[in-house]
Structure formats: C-alpha cells, structure tokens
C-alpha cells in the first residue's frame, strides 16, 4: 500500500539504532520504520477471534 500522508509520531532507541514511528492520516496504520530500513505496518483496525 502506498501512503503520501503521514505524520511522525517519534522514535525509539534500538540496539544498533532508532526506530521511527508513523501514522498515516487517512486510514490511521501506523507504520514503523525498523533500525534494519524494514517498514513494518500494524493496522488502525481491532480484529476480535
């Protein structure tokens, strides 16, 4: 998927490095950018099993 609308919401510190955290404004992912550069994305919906 492809996101042009995002805000920063902050980093954390790794072990090597800093992960940084998005949210994308239209359908509220967030997506994280790993100290590795993989782009990891958790979605804005709860799912109940």
Do not use: W
């Not at 805000?7 to 955290?21: A, I, M, R, V």
């Not at 997506?31 to 782009?39: D, W």
């Amino acid at each position: 998927m492809f996101y042009d609308r995002i805000d920063f919401l902050g980093e954390q510190k790794g072990e090597k490095g800093t992960n940084k955290y998005f949210r994308c404004q239209k359908c509220g992912n967030a997506l994280i950018l790993s100290e590795e550069g993989i782009i990891y994305e958790v979605s804005a919906k709860l799912r109940l099993i």
